[in-house]
């Protein structure tokens, strides 16, 4: 784990002395089709991510790999365009490898998205969701094998992983701008195949919502990290069942690009707030 510890913080450095992030707060990870957000950054500094050293190269369309600094509403921020998945073949310790070089550049406060299948029949397509909670069912874990056992960090409480007062400044955000943003609890899976009609039903009756394929063990790391996080779904698609339609990644971005304006709207505004509460 010492070489896991090194290599992050040789990343964080290679970033700090790339680019200026004097009271970058707030980093944002963007999902799949909802990479627009970071050209709307003023004053924006492009890093391609395979020039980092260790950092897990992305192999999926509609995660393009770079890291972006800039301003959104003239505050600063740490976007990255393009995450790594599980199911890519990468360990988990190399899923949340950004996320902690993140942690390790000095954030406070983590906006995680995904695009995500409806598995609740009053949610639709094409809207957003605000992650109250999630139900991890990877079947592993990022913190397995990365403290020693005397070590209580091991076992971060979770009784509040997507952090209330962010929930209420992006509820406030979405009511000021008119934005319906839903409430609900994330099912994730390894993938990268979807899920059976069978699954779908499994899910939706252990309390799921929505369902996706990341973001899980990225909260996890994160709040071990003591990062706040909010946790926000582009609700892409009727999950396996629920309607008759068949499930294709190219259909998924598309969904997430038709409400992207929308997105890149509430996560501004959400931003501000940020800034104004830390105020």
Sequence with gaps: ????????????????????????Q????????????????QKQHVIKTVLIPHWPRST?????GYLVTGELESVPV???????????????????????????LGIRNLIITNAAGVLNPKLHPGSL?????????MGTNP????????????FPDMSAPYHPDLQSIALDAAKTLN???NKGVLAVTTGPSYETAAEVRMLRTMGGDAV????????????????????????????????????????????????????IDLITRIVENLKSDHD
């Design 1 to 24: 784990m010492n070489a896991y510890r090194e290599r992050i913080t040789t990343a964080a450095s290679i970033i700090r002395k790339t680019i200026n992030l004097a009271d970058t």
């Design 26 to 41: 707030t980093g944002i990870v963007l999902g799949s089709g909802l990479g627009k957000l970071a050209d709307h950054l």
């Design 60 to 64: 999926v369309p509609g995660h393009s």
């Design 78 to 104: 740490i976007v990255l365009k393009g995450r790594v998945h599980y199911y890519e073949g990468y360990s988990m310790e190399q899923v949340v490898f950004p996320v902690r070089v993140l942690g390790a």
């Design 129 to 137: 969701m605000l992650i109250t909670d999630h139900i991890n069912l």
């Design 143 to 154: 913190l397995i094998g990365f403290f020693k056992s005397d070590d209580t960090s091991w």
């Design 179 to 181: 934005i319906t943003l």
């Design 212 to 263: 996706c394929m990341s973001t899980g063990p990225e909260v996890i790391a994160a709040v071990q990290m003591g990062l706040h996080v909010l946790g926000i779904s582009c609700l892409t698609n009727m999950a396996t069942g629920l309607s008759d339609q068949r499930l294709s990644h190219d259909d998924v971005k598309e969904q997430a690009n038709q409400i992207e304006n929308t997105f």
